[in-house]
């Protein structure tokens, strides 16, 4: 970088540090009225920030002003940020994948990922029992991964999601591998669905799993649109990109 362009750079750091602190405080006021309105400790609910398609910059950015855990939906992108946070000092973030994982990717995330928020199946469960085990004897991990279901409220599998009747099943696949930890659930509304009664549905087949699985106490449920409804209905963690990250950057490709 030449000495004219660093004043430019950080100039622009300062500015978009000053577009994500203003944001975060919008969020996380938003969490807190929701977290009175339905008499719930606000220490009960993690945001979640969603960064996918947003430059590594962004998120020492997030993490300067006190963020550690992070989502992503693609295991290449995802990796790279990994490895570049570390590059920058950020050594000890907590990294989630959100988005739909296919099983040829299972030993990857396994290497990077704290938490699965989209396992559907029980032929996944298993690749990523099997990823966990490797990564643990490499040590490139240091403990069990944790993973959610993915629960089907519509039951379209273009979509994901396991449908409500098979989450026992695929829960007891969960908890009885080595390598992995049943967190709890997760769930996307349905396109179309009023909100309140996706989430009901959600937070009873979450007190249904809890009665087999105790330990399963994690509901990830809840975006930048519908994170009140969520919250009401239970949610311990809100996935949010663009009410905290801005609008999508420009991709080319």
Do not use: Y
Request: charged share 25%; proline share 5%.
């Amino acid at each position: 970088m030449t000495g004219a362009a660093q004043p430019q750079a950080a100039a622009a750091a300062q500015a978009r540090t000053a577009e994500l602190a203003a944001n975060l405080a919008s969020l996380n006021g938003r969490i807190d009225a929701a977290c009175r309105a339905s008499g719930r400790d606000r220490d009960s609910v993690r945001l979640l920030p969603v960064t996918k398609f947003f430059p590594a910059s962004d998120v020492a950015l997030l993490a300067g002003l006190g963020l550690g855990e992070f989502g992503e939906s693609r295991e290449q992108e995802a990796a790279a940020k990994v490895v570049a946070l570390r590059e920058l000092g950020h050594d000890g973030l907590r990294w989630h994948m959100i988005g739909r994982l296919q099983r040829n990717k299972a030993n990857a995330v396994a290497r990077w990922a704290h938490t699965v928020h989209s396992v559907d199946s029980e032929r996944l469960a298993t690749a990523l029992d099997r990823g966990a085990r490797a990564a643990l004897e490499a040590d490139e991990r240091r403990e069990p991964l944790d993973v959610l279901i993915q629960v089907s409220l519509d039951d379209d599998p273009e979509r994901g999601g396991v449908p409500a009747h098979g989450v026992d099943a695929l829960a007891d696949t969960v908890a009885g591998a080595p390598s992995l930890r049943l967190a709890g659930l997760m769930a996307i509304p349905p396109l179309g669905v009023e909100p309140d009664s996706a989430f009901a549905r959600l937070a009873s087949l979450h007190t249904r799993l809890r009665e087999r699985h105790p330990g399963a106490s994690e509901l990830s449920a809840g975006m930048s649109g519908d994170l009140e409804s969520a919250i009401t209905h239970g949610s311990t963690c809100v996935r949010v990109g663009t009410a905290l990250m801005g609008a999508r950057p420009i991709t080319s490709g």
